[in-house]
């Protein structure tokens, strides 16, 4: 701003000289200097600023990217209580097609890209029927896009790391997917890049044109086949003079420190029998994988194939709209990454927190990649030229400031440490609020032991080991620790070891039988606070859904109960096997089926460490 305060103080000095020119102040008798003199006395005039260079135009275009939109159709709909409309007025689906429906012609967006998992509940006609209205919004703006299925988009999900050759498009049946009803191959050749669709009809390419230039963007759906494989290489083979952007709902991974690049078995599988040896792939993007990351691979040519993955479900409000937008600028040689959300600007200012960033500004997230495109496709196709410079700046610049022209980031809450071991917040009717701390670090947690509760109404106890079907048990099972949270005002923790889902071997805290907490409902609400730690050797053949805390019982003894999973327990506060938090009730009254909530860690590490919960509190 301080251009605007020194723009009226020049006017200002300017104006007082030319009044003093004119007589205001100097003698009237002075004889008028020769015209076009200066007066000797006369100040020097002010030296004009010079006007910043004009930037260069450029020639570029950018595609904008929809990851896993999954969470978007599924709490969008009256099941879920219309949970988006309900508390913003509005929805991130149809707030990211719509942003880039009005953008694409200024922002130069030739194409969009899906990355899968459309929907969250394949079975669910009321999630197809939320994307289904997203996506007809580019289709009405004539803004062509590729969409493929992923893993929750299809009857039969299987990972290939448990079963590389079933579950793949050749062992579905076709006429009862409802991928293929929603997002079938007439929808997809309505748009004026398709090239076609494989023998499946789940998997497909676009030809799209940019500064005089053509694109292929070849989509593979969740797991393909040998001959979904086979047909893509025809694809590629059949247009020998096309850069191809392969796209997948899974081929990278992000590692535990949730920036760097994991190759995963089914993305090797692909690097072998498709991406190494073909020369046209110069780049794959991916979702599946919360989270984001880059990995450069060196293909049989000796060229770069850039490999991303980018994936927001289990960041807040189920992504919170992010997007992303890839700007290929061929006259400075790059590949532009800005990761935003063009729907947090939209939302009420009153439901903002810290959370809500509309721009993602960590390297993972905002980075470029250098790339001499017309060197990189000389190997394939030797008139690749850069086109005219059209552009008069960068896309992705432009986007960013589009995004951010009528927003303010909230300001970010800075955390302090506890500052001692009661340095916690004290919430009026806490129910239960248990500290797992005392004994010696590393040394066994006695059957027995009372893990004392705040409110003296509700404590827990290690329960006898080796009861109700549990074999194997010691008491090294849970063990003390002194690793806590670094907000935890609690000293300590304890230790979960030896866990294996597939074993009988189990150990945990009970409350009494005749304990106030198991007798209530908290039909007005309530709040589960808890810090837990994940041990980097956690894998999901071993630890997936294992328990925090549950209720006991089984829910399908209750009276009206209707939902899957009869033998799990009322109340369910678990682990999924990626890593998810779930939260499950059954509710005491109405439809009593399961009502679920997933939150994503914010770190992963220790075997079900559980440390403090600070409190458990009903909302006022």
């Known amino acids: 701003m301080e251009p605007l305060r020194a723009r009226p103080f020049l006017l200002a000095l300017v104006a007082a000289v030319a009044l003093a020119a004119c007589g205001g102040g100097g003698d009237s008798s002075a004889a008028p200097a020769a015209p076009g003199t200066p007066p000797s006395d006369a100040p020097a005039e002010a030296p004009v600023p010079t006007p910043a260079p004009t930037p260069a135009p450029i020639s570029s275009f950018a595609l904008a990217v929809l990851p896993d939109t999954q969470f978007y159709s599924r709490y969008a709909t009256t099941a879920e209580s219309s949970e988006y409309q309900t508390r913003f007025g509005n929805e991130p689906f149809s707030a990211q097609t719509g942003w880039i429906a009005a953008n694409a012609k200024a922002l130069n967006i030739p194409f969009t890209i899906h990355l899968g998992d459309v929907v969250d509940q394949v079975g669910k006609p009321d999630q197809w029927k939320v994307a289904d209205a997203a996506m007809k919004v580019l289709e009405t703006a004539k803004q062509p896009y590729s969409v493929l299925a992923g893993n929750h988009d299809v009857l039969n999900d299987v990972d290939y790391s448990i079963d590389p050759v079933g579950g793949t498009d050749a062992s579905r049946t076709l006429a009862n997917e409802p991928y293929l009803q929603w997002f079938g191959k007439t929808r997809a050749a309505a748009q004026s890049t398709f090239g076609g669709r494989d023998a499946s009809g789940f998997h497909e390419y676009h030809v799209f044109e940019a500064q005089g230039q053509k694109f292929m963007v070849l989509s593979l759906s969740w797991r393909a086949s040998d001959a979904g494989i086979a047909w893509a290489r025809n694809v590629i083979a059949s247009h020998p003079t096309l850069p191809v952007i392969l796209v997948n709902h899974q081929l990278l991974n992000i590692a535990a420190d949730g920036v760097s690049p994991l190759e995963t078995g089914y993305g090797l599988m692909l690097w072998q029998k498709l991406i190494r040896d073909n020369d046209q792939i110069f780049m794959t993007l991916n979702g599946h994988h919360h989270g984001a990351a880059h990995l450069t691979k060196t293909n049989d040519f000796g060229h770069a194939v850039e490999e991303m993955v980018v994936d927001y479900q289990m960041a807040y409000q189920g992504g919170n709209g992010l997007m992303r937008l890839y700007e290929f600028d061929l006259t400075n040689k790059q590949i532009k990454v800005l990761s935003f959300s063009p729907w947090v600007p939209q939302k009420p200012a009153a439901t903002l927190n810290s959370f809500d960033q509309a721009v993602l500004t960590t390297a993972n997230e905002a980075f470029s990649i250098d790339m001499d495109f017309s060197q990189r496709f000389s190997g394939f196709n030797k008139t690749f030229g850069v086109g005219e410079a059209t552009i008069a ?22 955390l302090r440490p506890a500052a001692n071991t009661e340095d916690y917040p004290k919430v009026a009717n806490t129910l239960a609020h248990w ?50 949270h670094h907000l935890s005002a609690a000293p300590g923790s304890v230790r979960f070891l030896n866990t294996d889902k597939n074993l009988p071997r189990l150990s945990y805290f009970l409350t009494d039988a005749a304990a106030p907490l198991n007798a209530q409902t908290l039909e007005s609400g309530y709040t589960i606070e808890a810090f837990i730690k994940i041990d980097a050797a956690w894998t999901s053949s071993k630890q997936a859904w294992m328990n925090v805390m549950t209720r006991d019982g089984r829910r399908g003894n209750l009276a009206g109960y209707s939902g899957g999973d009869p033998e799990s327990p009322p109340l369910l506060f678990a682990i999924s096997s990626l890593r998810e938090v779930q939260w499950e009730i059954v509710p005491s009254q109405g439809t009593r089926s399961p009502r679920t909530n997933w939150m994503r860690l914010s770190g992963v590490t220790r075997p079900r460490a559980l440390d403090e919960p600070p409190n458990r509190r009903r909302p006022v």
């Open 435 to 484: 500290r797992f701390f005392g004994g010696t670090v590393n040394q066994p947690v006695p059957v027995g032991t009372v893990i004392a509760d705040v409110t003296g109404a509700n404590p827990l106890r290690r329960d006898a080991l080796n009861q109700g079907g549990s074999q194997g048990a010691v008491a090294g099972d849970i063990v003390w620790s002194d690793d806590r």
């Open 393 to 414: 700046s960068s896309l992705v610049a432009q986007a960013k400031a589009k995004i951010l022209a009528n927003y303010t980031e909230p300001t970010v809450t800075v």
